[in-house]
């Protein structure tokens, strides 16, 4: 198999060619996140002839996953959501290097990551790790694009400070501090297709490829908005903020330290007490273990939330609720629901199952 012949109608085009190509091979991406966004990030970009690509994620494939995450088939159950993606872009592109970190980024552990790599490409679902990723851009000059789903719509934000430059603006002008994980709801609290996420993993690829094999100029300081009911597309500008912690005259932030990507949360425990709280496993039927001893919890499916929300809200206020799920998200949504609902004795087990 012929490599040039493989990448032969994109290097038809004018602002490609074999130098764009060259560019293209050269390169070296990091994608954080192989859900809904990274599947078409990824096989885009390994398509396109990316030329080594880095995938971090350390979560295990999960049946719900299978509707937005399109390369995963139900065989990949229960295998690392990265190895799986890893294997099949490689498959799809025998020319290029693939590489798999199967570790969680934080602020102790980012910057070796970061040292060999041009791009970050942000595909993850959290605020603190959202945030982390830019403030790292920044900090050690790489280019970064960034979206994020809900529902029906989508947002994509490039930050080229490697190509660029630093003194543009940067996301913490419009967000000094990082919002609460739970200020938007997840998709497993909100619902979504998989396509709105094939929509926005498109446009992130496509802007990777613009500013690698350098095709057009970057939109700076803007967020770009897609509906895709009514298929708007939105662009709203923003201006650089002389006093902005990161990138302002005087920034407070000059460094990635830990207490700013971890924020302790009054609504978690970290240890079992059986005989002291209510325990409720939500987890769904796919999501047990294979070797999983039964438990004494009580077994509450999130899927059938609406069928049994009204039974915790009926519960006496001092009995203690905790709620169980794989990893600690869904379950730590569910309190903040209940909170809202008045019912303020909710309490998730951070870390979920795995960490327990």
């Given at each position: 198999m012929n490599e040039l012949s493989f990448y032969q109608r994109q290097m038809i085009l004018k602002e490609v060619g074999e130098s764009g190509q060259a560019l293209l091979k050269n390169s070296k991406i990091l994608i954080v996140g192989a859900g809904g966004l990274g599947h078409p990030v990824a096989s885009y970009l390994a398509a396109a002839g990316i030329g080594e690509i880095f995938i971090c994620d350390y979560d295990k494939v999960e049946l719900s996953n299978l509707h937005r995450q399109v390369l995963f088939t139900p065989d990949d159950i229960g295998f690392f959501k990265a190895n799986i993606l890893a294997e099949k872009i490689k498959k799809q592109n025998p020319f290029i290097n693939v590489n798999i970190i199967n570790n969680k980024l934080n602020a102790e552990n980012i910057e070796p990551y970061l040292n060999n790599i041009d791009l970050i490409v942000d595909c993850c679902d959290n605020f603190s790790t959202k945030f982390l990723l830019h403030d790292s851009a920044f900090l050690f000059k790489k280019d970064l694009v960034q979206a994020s789903i809900y529902q029906f719509e989508g947002q994509l934000q490039v930050f080229p400070y490697k190509s660029y430059g630093t003194d543009l603006g940067c996301m913490r002008c419009l967000w000094p501090s990082i919002p609460s994980d739970d200020c938007s709801g997840s998709?497993?609290?909100?619902?979504?297709?998989?396509?709105?996420?094939?929509?926005?993993?498109?446009?992130?690829?496509?802007?990777?490829?613009?500013?690698?094999?350098?095709?057009?100029?970057?939109?700076?300081?803007?967020?770009?908005?897609?509906?895709?009911?009514?298929?708007?597309?939105?662009?709203?500008?923003?201006?650089?903020?002389?006093?902005?912690?990161?990138?302002?005259?005087?920034?407070?932030?000059?460094?990635?330290?830990?207490?700013?990507?971890?924020?302790?949360?009054?609504?978690?425990?970290?240890?079992?007490?059986?005989?002291?709280?209510?325990?409720?496993?939500?987890?769904?039927?796919?999501?047990?273990?294979?070797?999983?001893?039964?438990?004494?919890?009580?077994?509450k499916p999130f899927s059938e939330f609406e069928d049994w929300k009204d039974q915790i809200l009926k519960t006496e206020k001092k009995e203690k609720i905790v709620f169980v799920c794989q990893k600690g998200i869904k379950s730590m949504e569910l309190v903040y629901i209940f909170n809202d609902l008045g019912y303020k004795n909710c309490f998730s087990l951070k870390g979920g199952f795995l960490d327990a």
């Open positions: 998709c497993a609290i909100t619902g979504v297709f998989g396509a709105t996420a094939g929509v926005l993993g498109s446009m992130q690829a496509m802007e990777v490829i613009k500013l690698i094999c350098k095709i057009s100029k970057v939109n700076i300081n803007t967020t770009k908005t897609v509906n895709l009911i009514n298929m708007e597309i939105d662009s709203i500008k923003w201006k650089k903020d002389k006093a902005c912690v990161l990138c302002g005259t005087n920034p407070k932030i000059t460094k990635i330290e830990k207490n700013e990507y971890y924020k302790k949360n009054i609504f978690e425990i970290t240890e079992l007490n059986l005989e002291n709280h209510r325990y409720i496993d939500i987890r769904e039927e796919d999501e047990y273990f294979l070797d999983e001893k039964p438990s004494s919890f009580e077994k």
